[in-house]
């Protein structure tokens, strides 16, 4: 079967452009290599902090994200994924960059929610920018965020597994925000941040919808999608 | 530090690919996304068997292999490697047809090589065209190779990773393996092929190179080389 050729806009951070590579591979129905899907990644360490332009008005990563972009479709990519939260809030620019179709994470992501209110694992730049609302508003969902002392240490969380720290200590300071998640009123909890991705276990208690993994298999759908 | 653009020819198989990505970022010493390498990489499944050129006289990847190079190069690579070691018969034409370098991790294995006689972990192509002899030779090494049964076993085994079965029992099939390379005389081992680098295991009594891991090694050191 013929499958469009995948383009991903990486690097923000490598560890979890890398772990979106492995569950793709693991996603894809494949007996052999050429079952698997054709990949393009440019994986830029160098892409301009998503965080401090949100922020504290840096210099925007937009322009760096659109040359990505256009990279990428010149090289042969037919759609283009971006596995890291934060930087979708400069899709809209990117989207007129490139003639080529750009996934949302965040609509993937939402989609597969059950019921609100939604407790948001993200950056500090993601809920207080807003990045996740308007998909959850369009499906009518509530949103719960931790409180300041639970987000910095989500954000002390992020930076450590992009510092490559052993993830074991990690994942119990991880446990402990979910659980005053929930005590605040989180029906579900979503996993709006890729670094926080590589570190969740899901909790038997709490249903879990992991943006990564809805955007693993939306890009297998679109690339799949026989209707081309 | 500025270092310089990777660019990987990936996708044989794209889980080794991943495989190389991963330990890439593990291996770069880096605090923050900003000091990891910038990575471009074609992951592409559909490249022709390497192995069905060489053993059976297919088509010959080399053409898409010297494509996909020039692909990296006009997308900002400064150098290339290819995590395949079957795929390396073919670095040649490969280097004919771009103007950035292609390190080989046939060499850099076997510069990393304490003592021979060397036992060969790899594709029956690699085994029968000889794609690890001469850089072998160049070092003053013999080789081991695995009797016809225990190839075919080895055979089994890459197609078994590329199928995505569970790796503990084909590590154990692995492990029996390379008893039997010891008891033929190998004094150290060279895991020449990139999904038996996914599986294998270092034993404790025999010295182990991973040419997987000789290729992560000399792309940090090529891509942070200063002397640029």
Request: one cysteine or more.
């Amino acid at each position: 079967m013929a499958s469009k050729t995948v383009g991903v806009v990486g690097g923000m951070g490598p560890a979890a452009t890398v772990e979106f590579l492995a569950r793709l591979v693991r996603a894809t129905r494949a007996a052999r290599d050429e079952d698997h899907l054709h990949v393009l990644v440019d994986s830029d360490p160098r892409i301009p902090s998503r965080t401090a332009a949100l922020l504290h008005g840096a210099p925007s990563p937009a322009p760096r994200l659109c040359a990505i972009a256009q990279t990428l479709e010149r090289a042969g990519a037919e759609f283009l994924v971006m596995p890291c939260n934060t930087a979708h809030a400069f899709i809209d620019a990117m989207r007129g960059a490139v003639g080529i179709p750009i996934l949302d994470m965040r609509a993937e992501a939402a989609a597969l929610v059950g019921e609100g209110p939604v407790g948001l694992l993200a950056t500090a730049a993601v809920v207080r920018a807003g990045v996740y609302d308007r998909v959850l508003r369009a499906r009518g969902l509530a949103l719960v965020s931790p409180p300041d002392a639970d987000q910095n240490e989500v954000t002390a969380l992020i930076a450590a597994v992009k510092a490559g720290e052993p993830l074991d200590g990690l994942r119990l300071r991880l446990r402990r925000i979910v659980v005053r998640l929930q005590e605040a009123g989180a029906r579900t909890l979503v996993v709006g941040c890729t670094e926080i991705s590589i570190l969740h276990e899901p909790p038997p208690e709490l249903p879990s919808v992991d943006a990564l993994d809805a955007l693993v298999e939306a890009t297998v759908r679109e690339a799949q999608d026989d209707a081309r």
